[in-house]
């Protein structure tokens, strides 16, 4: 009902909407909408109520609510389906679950904090409140569970395309999927899957952009490595706004790797990529060896080519540039 009142506010904007015709066009009383728009006023909206005239919508919380991503999506199918809360462990956990609750195929789920967000090699990922965007989509791609690393690279270069819309922005990335900006860490994403022999049950691709988290707040071990998008754009930023363009180049890369292979899509991530041409470490589970990062493969394995020539095809691990 709120999520309605919303819409139809914002489609006058900024002209006032009376309580009488949004009591008739949702079929509730007047004393219910005025309960609704106090409980939006609670939530943080700015609604003004103008005398004999009804109420318009001023100004929007800086929140991640499903009503305002929603707002901004131009998405066909990513994204339909929101699960938001203000707190939560790890957006990745309530996907996982979600998901084997039998979700829908494209759900985000959203959180303003974790508190115990999720890195990769069983790090954690700093995700303080309202000042990033933390967040999942499950994903239930008809590919071989060996391919899921499409998902992580595509997510990668949804993001970079996101944020380097912004002005001053010029983000890359670094096998397999972080997002550099200034040689700093901007995005981390946490792929996670669910398959049997052959097939992939869902995917959930976990993705954290730090946008405006303040240096002092960042944790002292994180202060050389990270970087939020407000130290370097040279315009302000909507939280939301971003996450809808997001989620909009993701499904526009997916759809792309459905119907047209990976191949484009893979062109797409070398362009942004910072690895190749780069003399690389490799942190293998098994060894560590230095070299050039030569390619990536058709499933995105990183190839590296040895001090004695041979390639090697990095499966999981980390590079160091
Ligand atoms: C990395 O180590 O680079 C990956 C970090 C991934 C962080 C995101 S934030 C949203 C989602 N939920 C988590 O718990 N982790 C991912």
Request: with cysteine; charged share 25%.
């Amino acid at each position: 009902m709120r999520e309605r009142i919303l819409e139809i506010l914002r489609s006058k904007m900024p002209a006032p909407v009376s309580g009488e015709v949004l009591s008739q066009e949702l079929a509730v009383s007047r004393t219910a909408i005025w309960k609704h728009i106090q409980a939006l006023k609670n939530e943080g909206y700015t609604i003004e109520s103008v005398p004999k005239k009804g109420y318009i919508l001023k100004e929007v919380p800086d929140r991640l609510k499903p009503a305002e991503v929603v707002a901004n999506l131009k998405t066909k199918w990513l994204g339909h389906h929101i699960h938001y809360c203000e707190l939560t462990t790890s957006t990745n956990e309530l996907a996982k679950r979600l998901a084997g609750e039998g979700c829908e195929d494209g759900l985000v789920v959203i959180a303003e904090e974790q508190n115990s967000g999720k890195g990769r090699l069983s790090r954690g990922w700093f995700s303080p409140f309202a000042r990033g965007v933390w967040f999942s989509v499950v994903l239930k791609p008809p590919f071989m569970p060996q391919e899921a690393s499409k998902c992580t690279l595509l997510a990668a270069i949804a993001v970079v395309k996101a944020v380097n819309k912004y002005k001053g922005v010029q983000a890359s990335i670094k096998w397999p999927n972080d997002v550099l900006l200034d040689g700093k860490k901007l995005v981390g994403i946490l792929t996670e899957m669910s398959a049997e022999f052959g097939r992939i049950n869902y995917i959930v691709i976990g993705t954290g952009i730090n946008v405006n988290v303040p240096k002092e707040m960042v944790p002292e071990e994180l202060r050389a490595t990270a970087v939020s998008l407000a130290d370097v754009a040279r315009e302000p930023i909507s939280r939301v706004e971003l996450l809808a363009d997001v989620l909009g180049y993701m499904e526009e890369l997916y759809e792309k790797v459905l119907h047209e292979g990976f191949k484009p899509v893979l062109e797409e991530w070398k362009k942004y990529s910072s690895t190749l041409g780069q003399q690389v470490k490799v942190i293998a589970p098994d060894q560590t060896y230095f070299g050039e990062a030569v390619d990536i493969d058709e499933d995105g394995l990183l190839m590296v080519k040895r001090e004695d020539g041979r390639i090697e095809k990095v499966i999981a691990g980390d590079v160091s540039i």
